[in-house]
């Protein structure tokens, strides 16, 4: 049978997965209330689509970053894909690149950066990047990354420590021995990562600064010329604070609701988001993203791009590059139909009153 939304995807994938593997790509923080919220949250929203307004001539395309880009769906950053299927990043990389959506490469991948950039050389990359404690490991990466021609860094800021995932506690989960963190392979050499069987959140504990603050912007913005997005923010405080240290963009997100529950869905903080800063900064989505009306929404309210995690992960499962092109496709297609029926023929069309939160309709 064709696989004709996400839902189907993730249904392949979780056939094909095994259960520790599939838990730590599904599973969120604590009890999970934000994991399905970010789902349901767009759920709460309505479309206000408008008639007879000439839709025979399409075009999604968008420019992020000055950077042409063919429609506003990225992949953002997923720990160690070749778990998924032998694919892993380099075909999660290459799909992105023929659909003409960015791809941002997690430093806990288990493809390097040099090899992921070799592999998908027509990609449009970012690089995903933690401040590690030893500031000189950053460094190295960052200059890898330079070298490798990523286009941005990606700070991911919601992370000072590891979420508590419990299914991945209760499964002791690890990376399989036959992978590794392929970004550190040398680092590892010098023991200054301690991986061996000892899993992913021994390695994190051991790696993560927990004492950076925003003046750690400052020392990145030194090191490169990069622009430097940061990835997590979910409060309007917070995007000030990204604009006030030089930012060139946020991405509103809530790490897929893996680090700590009950914050809202992404879609629910981007409102504020984009009113204190949107004017002036460039305002991104990830988190929930399942079809084509939930990338409207996100547009309508402000977000000028969003990004998809799991979504690749399970076309990824299901069928390797194969499986994230066909995946892409779809979602394209669906958003495609979306456009058309709520009568916008371009991406300026897009009109906020557009979209509105059920309660517009609660007194009927
Ligand atoms: C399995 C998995 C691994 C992730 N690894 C990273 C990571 O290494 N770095 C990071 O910044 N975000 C990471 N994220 C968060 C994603 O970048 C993104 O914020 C989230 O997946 C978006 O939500 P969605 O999965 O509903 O699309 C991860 C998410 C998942 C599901």
Not at 5 to 13: P, S
Not at 18 to 34: H, I, M, R, V, W
Not at 110 to 122: F, K, M, R, V
Not at 202 to 213: G, M, R
Request: proline content about 4%; glycine content about 8%; aromatic content about 8%.
């Amino acid at each position: 049978m064709a696989l004709v939304c996400v839902e189907d995807f993730e249904e392949k994938a979780s056939s094909q997965l095994e259960k520790s593997t599939l838990d730590y790509y599904k599973s969120g923080a604590g009890e999970q209330f934000s994991l399905k919220l970010n789902r349901e949250a767009f759920r709460r929203l309505r479309l206000r689509p408008r008639c007879l307004r000439d839709v025979s001539q399409p075009d999604i395309s968008c420019q992020i970053l000055g950077q042409q880009q063919k429609w506003p769906v990225g992949i953002a950053p997923t720990a160690m894909q070749k778990m998924a299927h032998p694919d892993g990043e380099i075909g999660n990389a290459r799909a992105a690149g023929k659909a003409g959506s960015i791809f941002i490469l997690s430093t806990l991948s288990t493809t390097s950066l040099e090899d992921l950039a070799a592999g998908a050389p027509d990609t449009h990359k970012w690089f995903q990047l933690y401040i590690y404690k030893d500031r000189s490991l950053t460094k190295k990466l960052v200059h890898r990354a330079e070298k490798a021609n990523f286009k941005a860094l990606v700070l991911t800021i919601d992370a000072p420590i590891f979420g508590h995932r419990r299914s991945d506690v209760r499964n002791k989960f690890s990376l399989p021995s036959h992978l590794s963190l392929a970004n550190f392979q040398g680092e590892q050499a010098n023991g200054v990562v301690t991986m061996g069987g000892s899993g992913i959140n021994e390695y994190v504990v051991n790696q993560f600064d927990p004492s950076i603050t925003w003046k750690d912007i400052n020392w990145l913005k030194q090191l490169t010329s990069l622009p430097i997005i940061v990835k997590g923010v979910l409060t309007a405080e917070d995007a000030v604070l990204a604009r006030e240290f030089g930012c060139a963009g946020i991405i509103v997100s809530n790490h897929g609701a893996r680090q700590i529950d009950t914050v809202p869905a992404s879609i629910e903080a981007l409102p504020e988001v984009v009113k204190a800063v949107g004017k002036d900064l460039l305002v991104m989505l990830d988190g929930g993203i399942m079809q084509g009306n939930d990338i409207f929404k996100a547009l309508a309210l402000g977000a000028k791009t969003v990004f998809i995690g799991r979504p690749a992960v399970y076309g990824l499962a299901y069928n390797g590059e194969r499986g994230v092109e066909e995946l892409l496709s779809v979602l394209r297609k669906d958003f495609e139909i979306t456009m058309a029926l709520i009568g916008c023929q371009k991406l300026k069309d897009i009109q906020s009153n557009m979209v509105v939160h059920e309660s517009f309709y609660s007194k009927i």
